[in-house]
């Protein structure tokens, strides 16, 4: 068997992300990979909204996250920063980070940058401030 590729271990972790939302009744769309031709090759690349794999939504509150296996926040950091315009200030901007122990929610504030708002470990959140999800 072939071990997976970093690709498809970043679409699974994106299933993940979704599934454990709706568990706490968010409606989420997953942002599909998009395939193109290039040389007589079909390539698949990513599809991103406003930097963004997954857009979950609650009652009036509304999520834009990005799902990574990679912690380069300064990068992710720059190319929210390109669209954060047209995000409005109540909703929320958040990376979504595995590592092989759990997973690290951070949310972005304009003026602060990202913070830590809570930690998945074995599907339970455990909040390191004063909100949740």
Not at 13 to 38: A, C, H, I, S
């Amino acid at each position: 068997m072939t071990a997976k590729t970093n690709r498809q271990k970043g679409q699974e972790f994106q299933r993940w992300v979704k599934t454990y939302l709706e568990k706490l009744d968010y409606v989420v769309f997953n942002m599909p990979l998009t395939g193109r031709m290039t040389k007589g090759f079909y390539v698949s690349q990513k599809n991103d909204i406003f930097g963004c794999d997954l857009v979950a939504r609650k009652k009036n509150q509304t999520l834009w996250i990005q799902a990574t296996l990679h912690s380069n926040i300064k990068e992710r950091e720059k190319e929210f920063r390109k669209y954060f315009e047209f995000i409005n200030p109540e909703e929320h901007v958040q990376l979504w980070i595995k590592t092989k122990k759990e997973i690290n929610i951070k949310e972005l504030d304009l003026g602060q940058g990202f913070f830590d708002l809570g930690k998945i470990i074995r599907g339970k959140f455990y909040s390191l401030g004063a909100k949740g999800i």
